[in-house]
């Protein structure tokens, strides 16, 4: 994934299954990624790790080839997808920490494109 060479990015998870890109002004994306079984679809997993599904809180989005599910306020963005043999779920979040205003939109959006899978 691509991000600005001015933020910083930080391993939070054991084994690289999540990392911080931070903007160093209280913004930040994370990226996290939860093993998938059973290779269910973004959508289908989704809904069965919440209690509380509701399909209208998503929109579904293709991102080049990738297939994703994206929530309505467009600051998280869920994928499914293979490396090594094995299946992943991907999320994509923006946080724009206590602010009213979403800085880094454009960058969310960029990050989102850039996105690889690299076995």
């Known amino acids: 994934v691509y ?3 001015t933020w910083q990015a930080r391993n939070l998870g054991e084994g690289n299954q999540e990392v911080i890109f931070d903007s160093g002004v ?3 994306i ?3 990624v939860q093993e998938n079984p059973n290779g269910l679809s973004a959508l289908d997993w989704y809904s069965q790790s919440l209690t509380d599904f509701n399909s209208y809180v ?3 989005v ?4 990738i297939q994703a599910i994206k929530s ?3 600051f998280s963005l869920y994928f499914s997808g293979t490396n090594g043999g094995k299946n992943y779920i991907y999320t994509l979040t923006y946080n724009i920490g206590n602010k009213t ?3 880094y939109k454009t960058t969310f959006q960029m ?3 850039s996105f690889e899978f690299i076995p």
């Open 3 to 5: 991000y600005p060479a």
């Open 72 to 74: 309505l306020d467009g």
């Open 101 to 103: 205003e979403v800085a």
């Open 111 to 113: 990050m989102q494109k």
């Open 30 to 32: 994370g990226i996290s």
């Open 58 to 60: 998503l929109q579904e």
């Open 62 to 65: 293709n991102l080049g080839s």
């Open 26 to 28: 209280g913004e930040f």
